[in-house]
């Protein structure tokens, strides 16, 4: 199968402020390719678009959060009118909940699951069209480490990044033979905010959530620019899914061999960091 060429295509990218969703656009820039830049931080979008902005592109930004509706059924046009089309999808936004289903509140819940997997398929929607109306695209979707493993105090998180997961496979399988391709991502602990940034639930005590932030700090080691490459790389050979780093691919191997009982591989692991 030949590789996609990214250059001169245009890539629309959420969450694109920081972390990885900054770190795709300087590789996505660097390889020729025009970017639609999303996310709810004005100031850091507009960080990101001044670090990749270059004569040989094009870059916009869009302002949006991405629980808003409107604003998401408005966001093709936007993109459609400055770069007259969209070829590629990064559905990266994400945020983070610790904490265990008895001390996550239902509307705390329900926050993880709107932003991350109901905007995922309401950009999908959205862009449909002008996804389809390329003649080579690609839709690539931001699970996690955990849409492969499920460990506890992370029921929220787990449960939206599964639902990525299915969404996406399934959909992969609804457009075979199209000239839409879909890639499912599995970042493992790629060194990001999203830890320090994680809502705190009102049943958890600062204490908890600071040790849950610490443990967060120790398995967090992969730099962003380096996830950004295996990503693209993986999209640019077509790949349906991409494993980023190490602890991704010994996790989700160990999870095929022991479905169940991985858990305690897991928290074994836990207590050596």
């Given at each position: 199968?030949?590789?996609?060429t990214?250059?001169?295509?245009?890539?629309v990218?959420?969450?694109?402020?920081?972390?990885?969703?900054r770190?795709l656009?300087?590789?996505?820039?660097?390889?020729?390719?025009?970017?639609?830049?999303?996310?709810?931080?004005?100031?850091?979008?507009?960080?990101?678009a001044?670090?990749?902005?270059s004569?040989?592109?094009?870059?916009?930004?869009?302002?949006?959060?991405?629980?808003?509706?409107?604003?998401?059924?408005?966001?093709p046009?936007?993109?459609?009118?400055?770069?007259g089309?969209?070829?590629?999808?990064?559905?990266?936004?994400?945020v983070?909940?610790?904490?265990?289903?008895?001390?996550?509140?239902?509307?705390?819940?329900d926050?993880v699951?709107?932003?991350?997997?109901?905007?995922v398929?309401?950009?999908?929607?959205?862009?449909?069209p002008?996804?389809?109306?390329?003649?080579?695209?690609?839709?690539v979707?931001?699970?996690?480490?955990?849409g492969?493993?499920?460990?506890?105090?992370q029921?929220?998180?787990s449960a939206?990044k599964?639902?990525v997961?299915?969404?996406a496979?399934?959909?992969?399988?609804?457009?075979?033979?199209t000239?839409v391709?879909?890639?499912?991502?599995?970042?493992?602990?790629?060194?990001?905010?999203?830890a320090?940034?994680?809502?705190?639930?009102?049943?958890?005590?600062?204490?908890e959530a600071e040790?849950?932030?610490?443990?967060?700090?120790k398995?967090?080691?992969?730099?962003?620019?380096?996830?950004?490459?295996?990503?693209?790389?993986g999209?640019?050979?077509?790949?349906?899914?991409?494993?980023?780093?190490?602890?991704?691919?010994?996790?989700?191997l160990?999870?095929?061999?022991?479905p169940?009982?991985?858990?305690?591989?897991?928290?074994?692991?836990?207590?050596?960091?």
């Amino acid at each position: 199968m030949t590789r996609m060429t990214l250059e001169n295509r245009t890539a629309v990218i959420t969450g694109a402020a920081s972390g990885i969703g900054r770190a795709l656009a300087q590789n996505l820039a660097a390889r020729g390719c025009h970017l639609a830049l999303a996310d709810v931080n004005a100031a850091a979008l507009e960080e990101t678009a001044r670090l990749v902005q270059s004569n040989t592109i094009r870059v916009s930004t869009h302002v949006i959060d991405v629980t808003d509706r409107a604003a998401i059924a408005a966001l093709p046009d936007a993109v459609k009118a400055r770069h007259g089309g969209a070829d590629l999808l990064f559905n990266n936004a994400g945020v983070a909940l610790s904490g265990t289903f008895d001390q996550v509140s239902e509307h705390d819940f329900d926050w993880v699951m709107e932003i991350n997997f109901f905007a995922v398929v309401r950009l999908t929607r959205a862009f449909m069209p002008l996804i389809k109306a390329s003649d080579d695209a690609r839709l690539v979707y931001l699970s996690s480490l955990f849409g492969l493993i499920a460990p506890p105090g992370q029921t929220a998180y787990s449960a939206s990044k599964f639902a990525v997961r299915g969404f996406a496979n399934a959909l992969r399988h609804e457009v075979a033979g199209t000239n839409v391709g879909v890639t499912v991502v599995h970042p493992g602990g790629v060194a990001t905010n999203i830890a320090e940034n994680a809502r705190r639930s009102e049943g958890i005590t600062p204490e908890e959530a600071e040790a849950a932030r610490e443990r967060a700090r120790k398995m967090l080691t992969l730099p962003p620019p380096r996830a950004a490459e295996i990503i693209v790389d993986g999209v640019a050979r077509r790949k349906a899914r991409v494993l980023v780093g190490n602890d991704a691919k010994l996790l989700a191997l160990v999870e095929r061999l022991a479905p169940v009982s991985y858990v305690k591989f897991l928290q074994l692991l836990v207590r050596r960091s």
